[in-house]
């Protein structure tokens, strides 16, 4: 069983809890964690495309770690000195890598996120409490793939008359390249304006309004949610034990790692590949049906 085809008030309660940990947490573990979760589940869902963006992501990740190093200067281990005769250190080369991490594995849950969460799950979740949020949200998800469509769709049309995005030399390239853009960015503006438009008049904004739905809240769910929970709530006392702090001036200090700390780094990961292997698990079982058959 695929994960988006849980509840979505459960999508709702993953990607809000690793979201808020990863962009939370410092320490080097639990941000592993994350960093690895999130690799593997975009590349399960997004396929080849999701793989070739975040092995790119890691360079870049380096990059940033070695820019942060060199212009930010604190920590008591110095590696060496740069032109201007400024210190280079280990601490800062570190929380460089840490914030490029952070950051990434963000960006690759995001994309998740856009997976999993269609519009109709957005209106479902927020359409009572906030029908404006609702309608910006839905608009929002639903832009991100009929944008790549509609680039698409312009390079193909201008292609045939000779202004592709890979046609002519490198300024009718560059040139080709900002007239698509535009065509874009006008069309994506007509969009919005044209599906706000329509639901206004459909009375999406009318108090009381109710929508269909075809999400029930089934045994299946109520297990998921239960064991959520329980991780999260392990999550939430490592926080209280000072288990996921780490500090990086004027050293790198975090608590001892004793045998409890194994087992709070069990539960985050075990909340962070969830899904995954939820829906490796639904795989295999759907498999095994077949052979039977």
Excluded at 111 to 134: I, N
Excluded at 149 to 166: E, F, H, M, V, Y
């Amino acid at each position: 069983m695929k994960f988006e085809n849980y509840h979505p008030a459960i999508n709702l309660i993953f990607f809000t809890a690793v979201i808020a940990c990863t962009l939370c947490f410092r320490h080097p573990v639990y941000l592993g964690i994350s960093f690895a979760a999130s690799f593997v589940y975009s590349i399960w869902l997004n396929g080849k495309r999701a793989l070739i963006f975040n092995v790119c992501l890691i360079p870049l990740c380096a990059a940033y770690a070695w820019w942060y190093g060199f212009y930010h200067h604190f920590g008591v281990t110095i590696m060496k000195q740069n032109f201007v005769g400024n210190n280079i250190t280990l601490e800062s080369y570190v929380y460089g890598a840490v914030l490029a991490l952070t950051i990434a594995s963000v960006i690759m849950w995001m994309s998740c996120v856009f997976a999993v969460f269609s519009s109709d799950k957005v209106v479902y979740l927020f359409g009572r409490v906030s029908p404006k949020l609702s309608l910006f949200l839905s608009i929002l998800l639903r832009a991100v793939p009929l944008t790549k469509l509609r680039a698409k769709r312009i390079n193909i049309a201008q292609s045939g008359i000779g202004r592709g995005a890979g046609q002519g030399n490198i300024g009718r390239r560059f040139l080709n390249g900002l007239r698509i853009i535009s065509i874009l960015i006008t069309w994506t503006l007509e969009s919005f304006g044209t599906s706000s438009a329509s639901m206004k008049s459909r009375g999406y904004e009318l108090k009381g309004r109710t929508a269909f739905s075809i999400y029930r809240f089934d045994h299946r769910d109520r297990t998921t949610v239960i064991a959520m929970f329980v991780f999260i709530t392990i999550t939430v006392m490592a926080v209280m034990l000072d288990q996921t702090r780490i500090l990086f001036d004027p050293e790198i200090i975090w608590n001892r790692i004793t045998a409890l700390s194994f087992v709070f780094y069990a539960a985050y990961a075990a909340l962070a590949f969830m899904p995954f292997a939820l829906e490796v698990l639904g795989q295999w079982k759907f498999s095994r049906l077949i052979s039977t058959i």
